[in-house]
């Protein structure tokens, strides 16, 4: 059968439009920048095998004299301002504590923004959610690899735990006055749980390091001296001190938080009897130099080399440099950063706006699809000056922002759509949800 010319183009029509329907729509370009589109969490293998554990100290406490700052008692708008991965490598059987400023400079996989370590907890809608998203972070951090588990607790949960071993002795390295107005000695002491908050809390009130980095290191020292305590106990008493800690873990009155079955925590105190020297554990920290930025906040920017080295000798991993976590970074996103996403985003609705309504107009199709190719051309500009930071790489993305307002105010307005949009950043940045997705979160 030989069809005529005027049909075969008919068909050839019906065939390409049957197509057309059935291919996917062309979707928005995505930035490699977490500031803009959310990163999934990182994952890498280990040719040892580990179980990592994430300890957290929650700010939270209702016991005379240890408040969190700002007088916090709601659990979601806390922080976790110690947090500590105990890294037990099951092919060597050994132990590592690898402490995360609270301060530190980070991202949140999953979500758009940036945040400081300590607020991940606050990018969620739950507790429980929370932790996950600073097991997230924290496997980030680490160059991909898995944290397995988490243990949080509050203040008075710490109290309630040391207390339930009959407390600590440990070598004091200072003298001072602790959050709970009792005053302490440099030297060899008994510590009760309140000596323990007093001093794993220590910070603005320490005589000796009185940063951030050098809470973190009397946070492992503390967590060591636990252990080695715990072990003794376990060695003198058996079980029994276990099922103790086991039934205060689990009781209504202790707070905390954790996927730990009663089986894990069992198998966990064969690894702690396992230890022979608590002296072996090792103790590392990712540390970094401390700074205010992005507006007078205090941060800790990653030392890349030291965090490297870190990750090498716990894990044996070849990590590299984590991107967009310097201090001349957050420079670079006040002035461009920061108001170009919220421009970056306020396009996205619109063109997102655009493709869901029927029987657009020539002209309203035309508008959207020139802001969705300069939408694309943006986020390219973007990512190499978030990159490069030169002066021609900015100027580039200053051009590509420009010409994107302009094309989106055209393609609002074509659709009867966000006609009063707001392209420019307020003065808090952070409290903006078109650059900080969760924008209730306590900077301090």
């Not at 004299?65 to 890294?87: I, P, Q, R």
């Not at 105010?409 to 078109?434: F, I, P, Q």
Request: with cysteine; hydrophobic share 40%.
């Amino acid at each position: 059968m030989i069809l005529n010319m005027k049909k075969l183009i008919s068909l050839m029509l019906a065939v390409l439009l049957v197509l057309g329907m059935a291919l996917p729509a062309h979707a928005l370009e995505t930035s490699k920048n977490p500031l803009i589109d959310p990163q999934p969490v990182p994952h890498v293998d280990t040719e040892d095998e580990f179980y990592n554990i994430l300890l957290a100290g929650i700010d939270l406490g209702n016991y005379t004299g240890l408040w969190a700052s700002g007088g916090k008692n709601v659990l979601e708008k806390c922080h976790t301002d110690v947090m500590m991965v105990v890294s037990i490598n099951k092919t060597k059987g050994t132990v590592d504590l690898v402490s995360l400023p609270r301060d530190t400079l980070t991202y949140v996989p999953g979500v758009h923004g940036i945040y400081k370590l300590n607020a991940a907890f606050n990018c969620a809608e739950t507790a429980e959610e929370g932790m996950q998203r600073v097991c997230d972070a924290a496997t980030w951090l680490l160059g991909g690899v898995e944290i397995h588990n988490y243990v949080a607790v509050d203040m008075t949960a710490l109290i309630q735990l040391v207390d339930a071993i009959g407390g600590v002795d440990f070598d004091m390295d200072m003298s001072y006055v602790g959050h709970s107005g009792i005053t302490y000695y440099k030297g060899m002491q008994h510590l009760d749980g309140v000596g323990v908050m007093d001093y794993v809390r220590a910070r603005k009130n320490a005589t000796v390091e009185y940063t951030d980095i050098g809470r973190t290191r009397r946070g492992r020292d503390m967590i060591t001296v636990l252990f080695d305590t715990i072990q003794k106990k376990l060695k003198e008493d058996g079980m029994g001190v276990a099922m103790d800690i086991i039934n205060l873990m689990f009781s209504e009155e202790f707070n905390i938080l954790t996927q730990l079955s009663m089986g894990d925590i069992l198998s966990l105190v064969d690894v702690a009897l396992s230890i022979e020297n608590m002296e072996d554990v090792g103790s590392h920290v990712l540390t970094g130099g401390y700074s205010l930025a992005l507006e007078d906040w205090n941060f800790t920017f990653t030392d890349q080399d030291n965090r490297i080295q870190v990750l090498k000798d716990v894990y044996g991993i070849d990590a590299q440099p984590i991107p967009y976590v310097s201090w001349n970074y957050t420079t670079w996103l006040l002035e461009y950063g920061f108001p170009i996403s919220r421009q970056i985003h306020i396009a996205r609705q619109i063109i997102d706006y655009g493709k869901q309504q029927n029987n657009l107009t020539a002209e309203q199709q035309a508008a959207v699809d020139a802001l969705e190719k300069q939408h694309d051309l943006t986020i390219a500009a973007f990512d190499t000056a978030a990159d490069e930071q030169t002066i021609g790489a900015n100027d580039a993305l200053t051009a590509a922002r420009t010409r994107l307002r302009k094309l989106g105010e055209e393609a609002s307005y074509a659709l009867g759509y966000m006609r009063d949009a707001k392209w420019n950043t307020s003065t808090l940045w952070y409290r903006d949800v078109l650059i900080n997705e969760y924008k209730d979160v306590d900077w301090r």
